[in-house]
């Protein structure tokens, strides 16, 4: 928007304009663009929506004193910041705030400083008019290449590192389950050697996997432990999404019930946007709710797939390489080659039944066995191979980001069989461990 010249010669202080300070709730919405002149003043309405700042550019001439009417128009809180330093409020939404730019001298930006948004895409430029700027030659950024990956799968673990348990108990025999899950940041090994911080449920990436059977209630106890929104969504009961899974801030809590009317693998994740991220940094589990009739078998396991983004959570850097779906790298149970360095124990004879879920954000899973063939195949809620005279074998559990299911096999002689995502590109980038098989004793 370019804002038509204004009067020279500001006198401070002839709007009453403090800084940052929350107005009441106004329900009226207004349109963004239009500028409105107050004595020296010039107050521009700015709303925040849809993780967007409306209006992304504001033209004024050289020296105005910009005042910006910032209004949250989503349930999502956000907030605006200069590049100086100053910001409002953390705005719910329908808060609406005055953020004083003071005389502009210089292009300047803003940006929503909840962690992600920047990135996201939340910004505006606030520009002088005609100043003369520079084209910077920006030629060689459409071409621009990922760095490759800087994962030595093969490293020692760091020390005291102890692998995740993905021994999966049977449901424990309760109707109601209650689950206190807090949102922490934590450092977690992410790739042998490789610690990072990430957002996590309960600390742990993946979060807590939970089981349980058909009717099952489940109380959900979501508490917000970080200096940032998040929120929760459980696939696994039908709900309407506006209460349950709204964003949080710091220090509430809130608590999500679900009846389990529907068997199968769900993904639980963070709610809140930019989910790509929340999901990207850690914050997702499974919760299995067994199929009526489930058979005993000798050994089950559950593993979580995601891809990996190295670097600072929600970060530009991170943000960039996973909207352009360049990941890192891949892993079960939220580290590359974990069970290389720590594998699955089965014996020979055993059936075996392993759950996979799929946690993206983007990339698919097939996951194989090398060596193994799956005679039972249960995906999205039903059995697609059952043994019996007349069935075949299976060799991949194809898993869209979000699915669910097991398959079950019987380790024919003592050996090493990895596990992979049959995509090559993420086996050989993490998604890969091995199942030591020895003889039945
Ligand atoms: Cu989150």
């Not at 002088?128 to 520079?134: K, S, T, Y």
Request: glycine share 10%.
């Amino acid at each position: 928007m370019r804002i038509p010249g204004t009067a020279t010669g500001v006198v401070i202080g002839v709007v009453a304009v403090v800084c940052a300070v929350v107005l009441a709730g106004s329900g009226q919405p207004s349109t963004a663009a239009a500028p409105t002149v107050s004595g020296a003043a010039l107050t521009v309405d700015v709303e925040l929506d849809a993780m967007r700042v409306r209006p992304d550019v504001v033209e004024v001439p050289q020296g105005t004193r910009l005042v910006l009417r910032v209004t949250n128009r989503e349930a999502m809180p956000h907030d605006l910041q200069l590049d100086s330093g100053e910001r409002t409020p953390r705005l719910r939404r329908g808060q609406t705030a005055l953020l004083e730019v003071g005389p502009v001298h210089r292009d300047r930006e803003a940006w929503c400083a909840v962690a992600g948004h920047r990135a996201a895409g939340m910004t505006m430029s606030i520009r002088v008019q005609g100043a003369h700027r520079h084209a910077a030659p920006d030629a060689a950024d459409g071409d621009r290449i990922a760095e490759p990956a800087a994962l030595d799968l093969a490293a020692d673990p760091s020390p005291g590192w102890v692998a995740r348990d993905a021994a999966l108990p049977a449901a424990p025999d309760v109707a109601v389950h209650r689950v206190e899950l807090r949102a922490v940041d934590r450092e977690v090994e992410v790739a042998p050697g490789r610690r990072e911080q990430r957002w996590t449920f309960a600390g742990s990436v993946p979060a807590p996997t939970l089981r349980g059977r058909v009717g099952d209630r489940f109380e959900i106890t979501l508490i917000n432990d970080t200096e940032m929104g998040h929120g929760i969504d459980f696939h696994a009961g039908a709900l309407a999404p506006d209460g349950p899974m709204r964003t949080i801030d710091p220090g509430e809590r809130l608590v999500y019930r679900f009846t389990a009317d529907r068997a199968g693998a769900w993904l639980y994740h963070c709610s809140t946007m930019p989910m790509t991220q929340h999901i990207a940094n850690g914050m997702y589990g499974a919760v299995i709710i067994d199929p009526p009739g489930l058979p005993e078998v000798d050994r089950e396991y559950a593993l979580v797939s995601a891809e990996l983004y190295l670097g600072e959570p929600g970060g530009q850097d991170q943000f960039d390489k996973i909207r352009t779906g360049q990941p890192d790298g891949w892993m079960f149970n939220g580290m590359a080659a974990q069970y290389d360095h720590a594998p699955l124990r089965a014996h020979t004879g055993e059936r075996v039944r392993i759950w996979v879920v799929n946690a993206g954000p983007g990339s698919s899973t097939a996951f194989h066995v090398v060596g193994g063939q799956f005679d039972t195949v249960y995906r999205e809620g039903a059995w697609t191979l059952r043994p019996d005279a007349s069935s075949g074998g299976a060799q991949v559990l194809d898993l869209a980001p979000a699915q669910g299911g097991f398959v079950e096999l019987v380790f024919p002689e003592a050996g090493h069989y990895p596990f992979v995502d049959h995509d090559m590109r993420h086996a050989e980038s993490g998604a890969h461990g091995v199942i030591a098989v020895t003889d039945r004793p």
